[in-house]
């Protein structure tokens, strides 16, 4: 992505909104900003007891990097990733925000319904995410996005409503040609397997840190 110069950034991000048209770069800068600014503080997050989820939220024009956060449970149960990416977000100065209706989205984990709806009263208009909320069930040992789904709402979520467009990463990787497509699966399976890692230290050592649904 450094090599780009911000016309293709641009380009990249434009051709995004139309899910028929993915543009790697686009893909491979989500990517960056998960491996690089959200996991530095996703590790610190989950050594202090808290969820490997994690949020970031980026500029449309430049795909630069606006705010990052984790998940802060142990400090109040509400603080998801993306619910505390987001009061990060209206903490910082007006004139560092970016207009939310622009503004690209990127959750580590398919966000769960009090996420969905954060994301869409502050007026997101889509939002990308890495792992789904099957991936957060089987393979991170956190039920509690799928079960809310299903016992409070009595299902799933539309992914394309009024609001805004859901898009899995690894959904849109699939639709891009090789060798863009082995590359991206490739820094994918790369972090899969940073986040067991996370995992297995947050399933370890969690139960003592009072989150109600650990
Ligand atoms: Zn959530």
Redesign the pocket.
Known sequence: MSNDTPVTKVRARRLCHDRSMVDSAFVSRLLDVVEHDVVPLTRAGVAAGNKL?GAAILRADDLSLVVAETNNETENPLW????HCLKRFYELPAERRVDTREAVFVATHE?????LSAITWTGFTSFHYLFSHEDSRDAFAIPH?LRILDEVFGGGYRRENAFWTSHSIPALVDELPEPDRAALRERIAGLATTYDQLSATYQGGKGAAGIPLD
């Open positions: 989820f998801h990733g993306e619910v966000p769960c319904s009090l996420c996005d």
